[in-house]
Nanobody, 116 residues
Framework: QVRLVETGGGLVLPGASLTLSCAGF????????MQWYRQAPGTVREFVAF????????NYADSVKGRFTISRDNTKNTVYLQMNSLKAEDTAIYYC?????????WGQGTQVTVSS
């Protein structure tokens, strides 16, 4: 069992930056690959970014490549998503995700709204 808690969302202007955090409680996340997903109103949840256990391997959705950076601090049991040059189409609820023992775990999400 693990509880994931996302924080850091907010309302920002186009072109701004935000850093999201995903903290794990109840279990160490250090031995698991981690992902960020997002879901905009009326759409399906979509993959945003992936990071391997070591943090060496990362992967991004084409829509965020070059603007978003995923990282992790295993000493803090936390995964981050640095988001730069935000666009209106980045507006969504952002979730972190981990698979442990074949079971999917999601946080409650954090709302990111990009609007002028």
């Amino acid at each position: 069992q693990v509880r994931l808690v996302e924080t850091g969302g907010g309302l920002v202007l186009p072109g701004a930056s935000l850093t999201l955090s995903c903290a794990g409680f109840g279990r160490s996340l250090s031995i698991y690959d981690m992902q960020w997903y997002r879901q905009a109103p009326g759409t399906v949840r979509e993959f945003v970014a992936f990071i391997s256990v070591s943090g060496i391997r990362t992967n991004y959705a084409d829509s965020v490549k070059g603007r978003f950076t995923i990282s992790r601090d295993n000493t803090k049991n936390t995964v981050y998503l640095q988001m730069n040059s935000l666009k209106a189409e980045d507006t969504a609820i952002y979730y972190c995700h981990v698979v442990i023992g074949g079971k999917d775990y999601w946080g409650q999400g954090t709302q990111v709204t990009v609007s002028s």
